[in-house]
């Protein structure tokens, strides 16, 4: 067993203040309640973390269409069978509400037995008939609509659960149908995901269509913050050499409820034998004592006497497996902390999959998207009697001097830190960035601290009801546009993703030592930015960039200031502290400062403390040796930039400049004028 050690990269404390489990008068949850204030829209979109209450969300929005919007139906499409569980009858009107949610069985097709295919009719026959509310799949509803056309669909709510599977890309089936409704726009459309962006950086919506959907955003903080039992959840990745079955037992932790997804058959990590890796994970546990008959779990004895109960969802024996399943789904164990203590999956087990007992996500090797990483980590993020603290591991093979797949090992390490990134991101408080001037004043219902608010420096104020945290910020451009400020407050986590992901960006944030910071705040995510929103104007998109930079930046200085050393943190205040910590620290909070800052330097040194050196010196060669130089693109963006820096300074940017952005924007018009020059010559 190698010496390689766990190093949490997100460890976020929250203060257990119980509202977010709290009911009003009509039993909705404030995430309910939320999105209940905006029944009336035609287009809208929840976005909402695991055990919010999405499903039930939609109930409520649903009965109220169906009675009071003269919506003639419901139907109600999930990514797969297990889901359609989600929406079963509910009394709702037990806990304040005027109606029950009724399905009647036949027409929920997740419970029917055969194919996708074979179920088509019926939706048909749904669709003919006086029943009010359908749940099919993903599937189910795409041959539908293609064999039936979308004009069956009027005058119908479509309810699409986990949206994200959703694409803008053309040849994405479910995408084009909702491009198609929208566009007849004779259909009321509610979407719901608790990650609206996708692993293969492929955008959900245009934004053209995107802007048609009114949106309710309740966040990951909100929800955990408002949690009864929940209060700390840690995020890492653990670099292991050899074969993970060897190093397995050094994160699995047989005290602690687990569910373990092992790694696909097709990668690395897999010794290309799931079911003798399934048998070495048990035989690590302790002697196996056979299997219960009632729910087919495997019966462990550890050495300190313990029987753990585990469920197996690899075996490929179908009758096996579905009897697990089906023992794992039992309504009358859900609050049963001893049913199962130990769940082993593959491909199961992840989206809609709803354990609140789950205390540690188990992931060997890389899974195929950070949508999917997110999916996982919901896993254990629900709120459970005696459970304080959750956490997601990624147990990753480390690259391997005498491996040829060093690249594909190279790969998976940068999709770690950017899933890390963009989990850091998810978890945080949002922002609201104000430009600081002398007349500002304090924003009732923010505490500024023990101080209060100082109209001399830049303030730092936080919201305890919505865990909004507001800074003022010199220099910072102001979004203009009613749209542009609602991306500004509301969605800068969803579209700052592709930054994250874009390999190129992180390669160079994390291991490019003669990097100039504002390569990648101001030309790569100004790039993006405009690829996003094509539409705005350039003074709101330059607004909207910044606010993501800032935001970006500001939660790795707050991580960086409330580290204490071991990369825990720990007081439910650490990250505010933090944010207040790096305000005060600097001379002036200004935006210039912000672009200075590496967006990847504090991942860089988490992936310092949890790699070997050599592992770490390797994977820099590999990247280094790939890296690229100018390009037009690339010149023309620090041109623009270059043009801003002249209306600033009143001149152009100079290639001897001692400020090293100076001398790159410099650089690259020199780069252009070459070009422009070697044309010529041609």
């Given amino acids: 067993m190698s010496n390689s050690i766990s190093v949490p990269s997100v460890s976020v404390s929250y203060s257990q203040d119980g509202t977010s489990t709290k009911s009003n008068a009509l039993g909705m949850r404030p995430m309910q309640e939320r999105a209940y204030q905006k029944r009336g829209e035609q287009y809208l979109l929840i976005k909402s973390p695991p055990a919010s209450g999405k499903s039930r969300a939609l109930m409520f929005i649903a009965l109220d269409k169906l009675e009071n919007q003269g919506i003639k139906q419901t139907i109600i499409v999930v990514p797969e069978k297990s889901i359609g569980s ?220 313990k029987t753990l109960r585990i469920a197996d969802l690899v075996d490929d024996d179908a009758s096996k497996r579905d009897k697990v399943a089906a023992a794992l789904k039992d309504p009358s164990q859900k609050n049963n902390r001893e049913h199962v203590d130990i769940i082993i999956a593959l491909g199961m087990a992840k989206e809609g999959f709803d354990w609140i007992w789950c205390e540690h996500a188990l992931t060997i090797g890389y899974r195929s998207s950070l949508t999917e990483i997110v999916q996982i980590i919901g896993r254990a993020t629900r709120d459970a009697p005696g459970k304080t603290r959750a956490r997601f591991t990624n147990l990753i093979a480390e690259p391997d001097a005498t491996e040829i797949a060093v690249t594909e090992a190279v790969n998976d390490t940068l999709k770690a830190i950017a899933a890390s990134l963009l989990m850091e991101q998810v978890l945080a408080p949002r922002f609201e960035f104000k430009p600081k001037h002398p007349n500002n004043q304090a924003t009732p219902g923010f505490d500024y601290g023990e101080e209060g608010y100082n109209p001399d420096q830049c303030n730092v104020g936080v919201n305890p009801e919505n865990g909004l945290i507001q800074m003022e910020i010199k220099g910072l451009a102001e979004p203009k546009s009613p749209e542009a400020q609602r991306i500004c407050l509301e969605d800068l986590a969803d579209w700052y993703t592709p930054f994250i992901q874009d390999k190129p960006t992180i390669e160079r944030g994390l291991f490019d030592e003669e990097l ?86 504090e991942a860089y040194a988490i992936l310092a403390k949890s790699m070997s050196e050599e592992r770490l010196k390797q994977v820099a060669a590999v990247i280094a040796a790939k890296r690229v130089n100018l390009s037009v693109e690339e010149a023309r963006e620090l041109a623009k930039r270059a043009l801003r820096f002249k209306n600033e300074k009143g001149r152009l940017p100079s290639l001897t400049a001692a400020d090293p952005w100076e001398k790159r924007m410099a650089e690259g018009i020199a780069y252009l004028q070459r070009k422009v020059k070697e044309e010529d010559d041609a």
């Fill in 86 to 305: 989600s929406f079963h009858n509910e009394p709702l009107s037990q806990f304040g509400f005027w109606a029950d949610w009724q399905v009647e069985p036949k027409w929920n097709l997740c419970d029917a037995p055969g194919t996708d295919g074979g179920k088509v009719e019926a939706v048909k026959k749904f669709i003919d008939s006086d029943a009010k509310v359908l749940v099919c799949t993903h599937a189910t509803f795409r041959f539908a609509v293609d064999k039936f056309g979308i004009e069956v669909l009027d005058d119908r709510l479509i309810a699409v659960d986990e949206f994200h599977h959703v694409s803008a890309n053309p040849d994405n089936k479910l995408g084009d149908h909702i491009r198609q409704l929208m566009t007849r726009d004779k259909t009321h459309i509610v979407a719901m995901t608790g990650s609206y962006f996708r692993g293969d950086a492929e955008a959900v919506l245009h934004p053209e269509d995107e802007s048609k959907f009114d949106t309710v955003t309740y966040t990951y903080y909100e929800q955990l913050n408002g949690y009864q039992y929940l209060k700390q959840l840690d995020i890492g990745y653990y670099f292991y050499a050899g074969s993970y079955t060897d190093e397995i037992m050094a994160v699995l932790n047989p005290d602690d409820k687990t569910i373990l997804h092992i790694p696909n058959v097709n990668s690395r990590e897999s010794t290309k034998d799931k079911i003798r890796e399934v048998e070495h994970i048990i035989d690590e546990l302790g002697e196996w004592q056979g299997a219960d008959p009632d729910t087919g779990f495997q019966l462990v004895k550890t050495a300190e006497g």
């Fill in 516 to 601: 100039v910071p504002e390569e990648l705040t101001q030309v790569q995510m100004g790039k993006i930015v405009k690829e996003k929103f094509p539409d705005l104007d350039e003074e709101d998109q330059e607004a909207v960039r910044q606010h993501a930079i800032a935001a970006l930046n500001l939660v790795q200085q707050a991580k960086k200031e409330a580290d204490d050393g071991t990369g825990d943190t720990a007081a439910n205040t650490s990250f505010i502290d933090g944010i207040r910590k790096f305000a005060l620290s600097v001379t002036e909070l200004d935006m210039d400062l912000i672009d200075r800052i590496n967006p990847f330097g």
